[in-house]
């Protein structure tokens, strides 16, 4: 039996796939990080985020960061993609671990992880691949696994907001509160009141809980693929609207658009001459 | 030219068929990830949360972004601090308005640095306000003069 499991791991891990979606992830996830941190080492927003009394900005956290751009440089480009890879993901990881402990910055530090293996790991960047490396075969594993991945982020954030401070609608209450008040969110004057109502934030918040749910499923299930988009969308644009959270949701829809298997697409029939 | 045993140390490394040392690396690499993964979760279960009683807390890699009981304040100060050579009437005049802000998730955290904002003032007598939505679903509002 142990051998039989072994066995299917081996092949698993031997398995190609059709690594263009892999690639065209990578890029995306790599230029909207990149677009964050080129913002982030110039103006020090993170460094503001830590303390907004005036204090020197820490050379260690600008060093993290000018890894980071280099690192995002490099996986847009596609070149040398573990190593720098692995850069981003340590870089990020210790961003979150010793100077800002944010949500985005661990999940991050997972997704650079994994996408450091997306053009065969370690051997592609030893060059001993028998063949250059070919974006059209990549190692199945790492689509499986980043797939699994926001299945689980999903699941894992959905069921931590099962408590009475999300799902009566306190939370939702307060972030959209505050960005009404403190920094003038041009909602509609109609929404503005309608969020204003906790029982509307409560039914929303259900709501929320309920297409992660569904998402995490379609995840795993991998497909339907415009039912998985419609869900992504729906959640980060809302989200991104009422949280003012734009990258992280921005990277989570383009891992749904670019990782979920697409359906087969029709042959159009040719035009009469 | 590749001799044939240049070949073959190559294919045992990085051919389909992988190695046995690929193989570990790929299964602790994975192992790694559910398992830093797994113990936030039950970090999340032996600090409090309890599914429909208890909210969670913040917990490296657990993934509870937007799971936690927090409150948020808007602060204004009259007449305006100067910090910095800048004229400083609200809190967000430090900040910047898209993705990055500079937040507190205790209406005591804004409290407190609403009180050590008072150290640029620019005036003796400077009132200072705070604005905070709370988890309960209140608006409250106070305010005092800077020591």
């Known amino acids: 039996m142990p051998s039989i499991a072994r066995d299917r791991f081996a092949r698993w891990i031997g398995a190609r796939s059709d690594g263009r979606p892999l690639a065209a992830f990578r890029r995306a996830f790599a230029a909207i990080w990149l677009a964050y941190d080129a913002v982030d080492v110039v ?17 260690r956290l600008v060093l993290l960061q000018l890894a980071l751009v280099a690192s995002g440089t490099m996986l847009v480009l596609g070149k040398r993609i573990w190593t720098f890879g692995l850069t981003a993901a340590v870089a990020r990881g210790l961003e979150a671990l010793f100077f800002f402990p944010l ?34 075969r990549a190692p199945k594993w790492v689509h499986d696994v980043l797939l699994l991945e926001m ?6 954030t959905a069921t931590l907001k099962l408590s009475p401070d999300w799902l009566g609608g306190g939370h939702l209450f307060v972030r959209t509160q505050y960005l009404a008040l403190g920094l003038g969110w041009p909602y509609p004057a109609f929404v503005a009141h309608a969020l204003g109502n906790l029982a509307v934030d ?24 415009w039912l998985g988009v419609t869900l992504a969308v729906t959640i980060h644009a809302v989200g991104a609207l009422l949280t003012n959270v734009w990258f992280f949701s921005a990277s989570m829809i383009a891992g749904v658009v670019f990782l979920l ?4 697409s029709r042959a159009r029939p040719k035009p009469a001459a | ?54 909210a969670p807390s913040r917990v490296p890699y657990s993934w509870d972004m937007f799971a936690i009981r927090l409150d948020r304040c808007v602060l204004t100060w009259d007449p305006p601090l100067s910090v910095e050579g800048q004229r400083v009437g609200a809190w967000q005049d430090r900040t910047y308005p898209i993705e990055f802000d500079t937040v507190y998730n205790r209406v005591g955290d804004y409290g407190g640095a609403a009180r050590a904002a008072c150290g ?14 709370t988890a309960e679903g209140r608006i409250d509002r106070y305010a005092f003069d800077c020591p």
């Not at chain 2, 490394?13 to 570990?24: F, K, T, Y």
């Open chain 1, 202 to 225: 409560a039914a929303l918040a259900k709501v929320a809980v309920g297409l992660e749910l569904a998402l995490a499923t379609v995840l795993v299930a991998r497909g339907p693929y």
């Open chain 2, 1 to 54: 030219m590749t001799s044939a045993s240049e070949k073959s140390s190559a294919s045992t490394a990085c051919d389909a068929e992988p190695s046995a040392a690929r193989i570990l690396y790929c299964a602790a690499l994975l192992a790694g990830l559910v398992l830093v993964q797994a113990r936030a979760e039950l970090t999340q279960v032996e600090r409090g949360y309890r599914p429909f009683l208890h």
């Open chain 1, 103 to 136: 949500n985005d910055f661990y999940y991050g530090s997972v997704m650079y992880l994994l996408v450091a293996h997306s053009d065969g790991g370690p051997c592609a960047a030893h060059g001993r691949l028998q063949e250059p490396p070919d974006e059209r």
């Open chain 1, 43 to 59: 103006w020090g927003m993170t460094e503001r985020s830590r303390g907004w009394f005036p204090h020197p900005r820490d050379g």
């Open chain 1, 151 to 156: 299945a689980w982020i999903y699941l894992a």
């Open chain 1, 261 to 264: 298997p697409r359906p087969p």
């Open chain 2, 120 to 133: 640029f003032r620019t005036s003796a007598r400077t009132r200072t306000s705070l604005v905070c939505a």
